[in-house]
């Protein structure tokens, strides 16, 4: 199955996007790292054809979806999460999924709310792996 992320343009604090999926009728909010020259850690992803798995790793106790083949990237994965940017940082180059925005700590910045429902929505519509898109 393929899934499609479709980024906005322009954002120096953090990356908002929204995921689909193909041949079904599913979409959600995306948050992400902002743009940083993929820099491990500090940066979103390129864009570009990746594929993707289920996978349990080591150092995360669930079930997510993990993107293999992103270019001087490892670790790479969707999983729940509220924070792409400010003082508390959920991911270090993944992407959050959600129903939408809202500032939750009180730190002016965008986060992504619903996040651990919409991720289990998500798992129960994928099987085992596919390919995803990020424009």
Known sequence: MKIGITRESNQLIETKGVLSLEDISFNCATLELKW????QGE???PTGTYTWTKSTPTHVPYEHIAIGGVPNRTGICIHYGNFAAGVHIDILGCILIGSSYADINGDG???????????????SLLPDNGTIEIK
């Open 36 to 39: 940083a020259d993929n820099k």
């Open 43 to 45: 940066s979103c992803i």
């Open 109 to 123: 910045i965008p986060d992504i709310i619903n996040s651990k429902t919409v991720f289990e929505k998500l798992m």
